[in-house]
């Protein structure tokens, strides 16, 4: 059964930000017979000809606008960049606009059932990793929202696909009112996004938003440990499994294989990306989905033994003279960097820093510890994470990535790894995680083409 949904029918809407979500956004609304207004503060080129596209299109766009311009609007979609406490959209608010998240606009015209993920890391992989999953049983399946397109942009296709697996963040979840997948599942929470949402009680209450509108045929996937706070929000009338790596999960992975009681066999991930205490869990939670999917969990080990990583996510660069280079650029976050380096087998000389999310510098120390034979710290808090973790490992505060780079594979030996995994936000030093990346591969590049040399 498809969760009941009820598509925006209004005359007149404003969309705030001009990015791929909000420029969806407008061009769904368009389609329901809506008046657009859209409005961005920012005014740089490549900004100022989506606008120009946009206006050929039939909207109304203002660019480098602080104001909200005057205007008897509907409704107000939000674009998930623009934090709810926005002066544009305080004043929202304040003149009685109803504030809704692009996700959510996209999710009421779509037709398609909607499986959701959300969680601080690995949500990425595992929506690639359900959507293949359907698709090996035979459904049409496409991702959307926070990986892929945006969900509004989803609801533009015809024929829609017969499921819909999206990503969800918790800047997306901040203005969603009736959100509710047919299939939802909450990966993990680490501390996160800090840097926007006030407190850890705020960011865990944003992720709890995922399941408070599940009702009868809809399923909550959770994970079996610390999250009782979220299973309360559940709808009575909504089925609840856990997932793990412990005895207790409903659906739990143990040395390759996912097993339950709910299994008539268990599923085998024996010898894929999955295949380790790190990424069972991921396995274990798709598994679960699957059960709310009605698609026989067999998909799993076919989709899991086919599975590709996704860039910037362990990505092995090179290897040379015995060292791995390994590209974990998308690790924002610490519980991200602390996953990265338990995927490594060896010894690990790790590059981190950038903008910190968060302040527990000393919940990674253990990890440290055991694993890192250095830390080469790069960014604007350089200095604090090296003051913080240098009592239990080497560290060497390095101008840039490239310095960086070459100073660990100077120091390294065959058997390690070289491993990019920052812990931190990239904006200080990059245009975004990707950029990071791709640098980090140039210089890996740059340093095999002097050893061909």
């Not at 009820?6 to 404003?14: D, G, N």
């Not at 490549?46 to 596209?53: F, H, I, V």
């Not at 959100?179 to 705020?202: C, G, K, Q, S, Y």
């Not at 290897?319 to 690790?331: M, P």
């Amino acid at each position: 059964m498809t969760t009941r949904r009820e598509p925006l029918q209004v005359k007149s809407a404003l969309v705030i930000g001009l990015g791929s979500s909000g420029e969806a956004a407008a061009r769904l609304l368009l389609r329901q017979g809506a008046k657009v207004t859209l409005m961005d503060d920012g005014n740089a080129e490549p900004l100022r000809r989506r606008a120009e596209t946009m206006r050929q299109a039939g909207v109304f766009v203002l660019t480098g606008a602080g104001e909200v311009p005057q205007g008897d609007f509907e409704v107000c979609v939000l674009s998930p960049g623009v934090p709810f406490a926005a002066p544009c959209v305080v004043e929202c608010r304040r003149r009685g606009i109803p504030v809704l998240a692009e996700l959510e606009l996209g999710w009421r015209c779509l037709s398609s059932r909607m499986l959701a993920v959300t969680g601080s890391n690995g949500k990425s992989t595992l929506a690639k990793f359900c959507r293949d999953t359907l698709r090996q049983g035979g459904y049409t399946a496409e991702a959307g929202a926070n990986y892929g397109v945006p969900l509004s942009a989803m609801a533009l296709l015809d024929p829609a696909p017969d499921w819909v697996v999206a990503e969800v963040s918790s800047f997306q979840l901040e203005t969603v009112e009736r959100f509710a997948p047919d299939v939802a599942i909450l990966l993990n929470i680490n501390p996160n996004h800090l840097d926007r949402h006030a407190t850890m009680e705020e960011y865990r209450e944003m992720k709890s938003r995922l399941f408070r509108r599940q009702g009868p045929g809809c399923l909550a996937v959770l994970p079996d440990g610390d999250v009782q706070d979220i299973r309360d929000v559940v709808p009575d009338s909504c089925a609840v499994r856990t997932f793990g790596v412990t005895a207790g999960a409903d659906y739990r992975y143990e040395s390759g294989w996912i097993k339950s009681s709910r299994l008539p066999d268990p599923v085998s991930i024996q010898g894929s990306i999955f295949d380790n205490e790190v990424m069972g869990g991921t396995a274990a939670a798709c598994v679960a989905a699957m059960e709310g999917c009605v698609l026989d969990p067999a998909n799993v080990s076919k989709a899991a033994a086919a599975f590709e990583r996704l860039p910037h996510r362990m990505q092995t660069v090179a290897v040379i003279r015995g060292i791995s280079f390994v590209n974990d650029s998308k690790a924002t976050n610490l519980a991200a960097m602390s996953a990265g380096i338990r995927m490594v087998s060896g010894p690990v000389r790790l590059i981190a820093g950038g903008l910190l999310k968060e302040s527990d510098l000393d919940s990674v120390k253990k990890i440290l510890v055991k694993q890192v034979r250095a830390v080469y710290v790069i960014g604007k808090y350089a200095s604090q994470i090296a003051d913080a973790w240098r009592d239990v490992v080497p560290c060497v505060i390095c101008t840039g990535l490239k310095e960086a780079v070459g100073c660990a594979w100077r120091e390294a030996s065959a058997g390690e790894t070289i491993l990019l995994s920052p812990g931190c936000a990239s904006f200080d030093q990059f245009r975004s995680f990707e950029d990071r990346g791709e640098q980090f591969a140039a210089r890996v590049l740059e340093i095999k083409q002097g050893e061909v040399k």
